[in-house]
């Protein structure tokens, strides 16, 4: 069964603990999503803590994607731009699918359903994200028509001797 996908759902204790969950297994199933592992809920959850605050004060939306049983399996966070020249396109942050979902069309559903999102919200041109390279998720990104368009080498430190590229993405939305 195809996920389900909302924009800015209810966000109360369930769906916290579940994205917490969610942000531990595809830490340590070496996803990268601003830690290494091991981690556990508890371990992000001030991070999302955080990402909560920004959607209170209206800087950041929520794209959850909810399996059968209602629990989040994905997630985007969708962040604004305060710059006045640049208003006009989102960073994309936080885009986690579960592991064991993984390989079944449900993370390019999950792109889709953050860029239809995207266009909905006036006045945007398109959606910026930033990867770890190692790990192909330029790949993955690009066949979701993101385009790379700029990379640091080395810029991302996940170990004393494991450095790994900062490759920023785009897609411009029609």
Known sequence: MALRHVLDPPTDARLTQGICELWAA????????????????????????????????????LLVAYDEEDRPAG??????????????????????????????????????????????????????????????LEDFYGSCGYKEVGRVPDAIKVADDDFRDDITMWLQLR
């Open 26 to 61: 595809v830490t340590n199933a070496g996803g990268a999503v601003g830690y290494v592992p091991p981690v556990t809920a508890d371990d992000v959850r001030p991070e999302l803590f955080r990402h909560l605050n920004a959607m209170a004060e209206g800087r950041m939306r």
């Open 75 to 136: 997630t985007a966070f969708v962040t604004f731009n305060t710059h006045r020249l640049m208003r006009h396109w989102v960073w994309l942050y936080t885009v986690m699918l579960r592991p064991d979902r993984q390989g079944r069309g449900e993370g390019r559903a999950l792109m889709d359903a953050v860029a239809d999102a995207v266009r909905g919200m006036d006045g945007m041109r398109g959606i910026r994200l930033t990867c770890r390279g190692g790990l192909g």
